[in-house]
Every structure is written in structure tokens, then in C-alpha cells.
């Protein structure tokens, strides 16, 4: 199917029509597995289980064929759930996580009632994995489990297990959404090895600014740190420019574009709570992204706005911004 030729608007309007569609059909097919799994239909099918039926019959990958199975398994005890699966405020994934624990409970002698499965259900509706195991561990007394463990694998590779607390997960958050300009991948292997080793550099006086460009990163309380970045990172927090060939287009018209001072910078991040500030114009849906954040001026100074109020946006938006104002191509 060619969708090259089909505007913005209309792809965007078919994708929201197919996905209720997609969401009614996985609901219809979890009540067909449902039934086989209650009347044994893979016994006459020549399987040994339901799972072995949708894997080798149907063409399911084994992950497909566990998601669809527990939520099939779900809908027998809950069928209330199939509302939530078919609105799309609960997934497979989610209903997963959800008979994982209930059979850990039923294994461990604590069978959790309808009743009670049902809660869980209302609490973890729209919610993301993470949420959703929060609230799964809160609910049904998961065991606390500690880990502290450092094991070598036979690449040389380190693999490393531990538990941190939540206002320690707070801040390495904090610090992985700031280190978005130079840790593009997003890997927690990446985040904690350029802590370490700036830190390093700092306490062993090692730092060489001649060989690096800095980049502010600004932190709640009103505190900054300066950190080191390789030449070039990618447009820094601190930069108003919705590019780099922006900038310099900006530049080669002789457009100045003004020096924003770190209190009105901490200022600026303060208010948006760290976030992206975009908004969608028909649904008012904000952005809330932490990656790559940017400052822009609402009316571009390559467009005479360079008195225009100054909002923070991720990366995309405020790519998106350029190319509205045809000053960014690609």
C-alpha cells in the first residue's frame, strides 16, 4: 500500500479510526481463546495446549501467544476486563504482569478474589508498565527484593543488579533527562558511565576545557553544573536555536539573537517542571517530554521575534517549529 501521496491530516485520522478497530478485534479474539482454552478445542486440533495452538496454528510468536493466553485466562475470571482491553485503558502487556502475580500469590498459598482483582485492574487503567508494577507490588505485598550483585559475563562485560530507593531513581532521572544531549541512546550503562567518569575527572583535576565544549545543565534549587561534552553535542539545553543550520542562517542575515541569563533559563525550566511545553492546537495535549530540551523563542528571530516570550521544548517540537516557519529542512 503506497501512503505517500496522503496528507498529514488524513493519515493521522485513519490511524485514530484503525487503532479502536484493532483494539475491538483483539478483544474478540481473546473471548475465542477464552472458549478453546475452556473447552479444550486444541485437544481436537491435535495440540497439546491452547498456547501450543496459537503458536503453531495461528503463527503467534510465543510472546504474542503468553500476552493473549493470560488475557484470555483474565476475561474468565474478570470478564468485566474486556471492556477496559477493548477501550485500550488496559493492555496485553499489562494483563501479563497482572496473572504473573496472581499466580505467584495462588503458588504461595494467598488465592487474591474476583473482587479484588477487579481493584487492581481499576488502578493500573491507563497506566504504564512501570505504574503498573508499582501498583501491583503495593497491592498484592510483593516481596521487597534487595539486590547488590556484580557478575562477569564471558565478553569481559560487567552485569550489575541493585536496588535504589525511589528518591534515588528521582534523581537519576532527573540526571538521564539532562544528559539527553550527549547520551542519545538513553542507556542507563551510558548515564552512570559519563557520571562516573566526569566525576572522576573532576576529583583527580583532570579536566581539560581547551578539549571540550561545556554545556549547562541546570538542576532544582536553583543549582547548576557545568559538564563536559564532546565536540559537538547536539543542540544544548542552554541554546535558543531550533537547529544548528538554523542558527546559522540566522546568523549569515545578521540576526542577533540575544544572551538568555542562567536565572531566567532555571527560571524558564522551573515553570514548565522540567518538561516540554508544546501543545497540540485541536486537543490541547501536552507534550511533557524531557529529552533534549531546548529554549525557543515563540516567534523565531530570524522572523523578528526576538522579543517574543521564550518556551522550553524537546528536540522534535522544536524542530517541528522550524520547519512551520520554513527555517529547518530535513
Not at 160 to 170: G, H, L, P, R, W
Amino acid at each position: 500500500m503506497d501512503l505517500s501521496k496522503i496528507s498529514n491530516a488524513e493519515i493521522l485520522h485513519r490511524l485514530e479510526r484503525l487503532a479502536p478497530t484493532e483494539r475491538k478485534i483483539t478483544h474478540l479474539i481473546l473471548w475465542h481463546i477464552a472458549e478453546v482454552e475452556t473447552r479444550k478445542l486444541f485437544i481436537d486440533a491435535g495440540f497439546a495446549s491452547t498456547k501450543e495452538y496459537l503458536i503453531k496454528q495461528l503463527k503467534y510468536s510465543e510472546g504474542s501467544a503468553a500476552r493473549r493466553l493470560e488475557g484470555a485466562r483474565l476475561l474468565i475470571k474478570i470478564p468485566e476486563a474486556a471492556e477496559k482491553i477493548e477501550s485500550g485503558s488496559l493492555n496485553l502487556s499489562q494483563v501479563l504482569q497482572v496473572q504473573k502475580c496472581l499466580k505467584y500469590e495462588t503458588k504461595n498459598g494467598r488465592e487474591v478474589s474476583a473482587a479484588k482483582t477487579t481493584q487492581i485492574l481499576s488502578l493500573i487503567s491507563e497506566k504504564t508498565i512501570f505504574e503498573t508494577e508499582r501498583v501491583l507490588a503495593k497491592e498484592l505485598n510483593q516481596p521487597i527484593l534487595t539486590f547488590d550483585k556484580i557478575r562477569p559475563q564471558q565478553d569481559d562485560s560487567i552485569r550489575m543488579e541493585i536496588t535504589i530507593s525511589a528518591d534515588q531513581m528521582k534523581e537519576l532521572e532527573q540526571a538521564k533527562s539532562f544528559l539527553s544531549h550527549i547520551c542519545h541512546e538513553g542507556s542507563w550503562a551510558d548515564v552512570l558511565s559519563y557520571l562516573a567518569q566526569h566525576y572522576n575527572k573532576k576529583i583527580k583535576g583532570k579536566e581539560k576545557p581547551s578539549e571540550h565544549c561545556e554545556m549547562t545543565i541546570f538542576k532544582a534549587g536553583d543549582q547548576s553544573q557545568k559538564i563536559s561534552a564532546t565536540k559537538k553535542p547536539s543542540t544544548p539545553l542552554g541554546s535558543t536555536s531550533c537547529a544548528t543550520n538554523t542558527a546559522a542562517r540566522s546568523r549569515a542575515a545578521g540576526f542577533q539573537r540575544s544572551y538568555i541569563s542562567i536565572h531566567t533559563r532555571r527560571r524558564l525550566l522551573k515553570r514548565a517542571h522540567y518538561q516540554c511545553e508544546y501543545r497540540d492546537i485541536k486537543t490541547n495535549t501536552r507534550c511533557c517530554s524531557v529529552y533534549q530540551l531546548q529554549f525557543d523563542h515563540s516567534i523565531p528571530v530570524a522572523k523578528g521575534g526576538g522579543s517574543s516570550p521564550l518556551r522550553v521544548l524537546c528536540k522534535s517540537h522544536n524542530l517541528s517549529e522550524a520547519r512551520k516557519w520554513g527555517l529547518h529542512r530535513g
